[in-house]
């Protein structure tokens, strides 16, 4: 059974960083797309990163473009969201997803075939 475990949410002041990590076990790592998403409280789960499976592929939502990276480290079986310049409209719950089916990045929380249980990030302004 694969399982996803994000950490590294917490409250930072507008202007800060955040470094999310998920961890993965269970399945192959290194074969899934990784993506993660966010739900702020009254909408629904938005997209806002993705990363191929070497490493050499990325895909960002507008919103975030510039101010975050996302990477991840197959022999550690963890892929990372490194959030710069944060605003209060970053402030959701934050979920890493796998994505075992499909050989391109995929913004749709459709294709995503595994999920963690989410990561509180609070921004004030």
């Known amino acids: 059974q694969v399982q996803l475990v994000e950490s590294g949410g917490g409250l930072v002041q507008a202007g800060g960083s955040l470094r999310l990590s998920c961890a993965v076990s269970?399945?192959?790592?290194?074969?899934?797309?990784m993506g993660w998403f966010r739900q702020a409280p009254g909408k629904e789960r938005e997209f806002v990163a993705g990363?191929?499976?070497?490493?050499?592929?990325?895909l960002y939502a507008d919103s975030v473009k510039g101010r975050f990276t996302i990477s991840r480290d197959n022999a550690k079986n963890t892929v990372y969201l490194q959030m710069n310049v944060l605003k209060p409209e970053d402030t959701a719950v934050y979920y890493c997803?796998?994505?075992?089916?499909?050989?391109?990045?995929?913004?749709?929380?459709?294709?995503?075939?595994?999920w963690g249980q989410g990561t509180q990030v609070t921004v004030s302004s």
């Open positions: 990363i191929k499976r070497s490493n050499d592929t990325t």
């Open positions: 997803a796998a994505n075992a089916r499909f050989l391109f990045l995929t913004r749709s929380r459709t294709t995503y075939d595994y």
């Open positions: 269970g399945g192959t790592f290194s074969s899934y797309l």
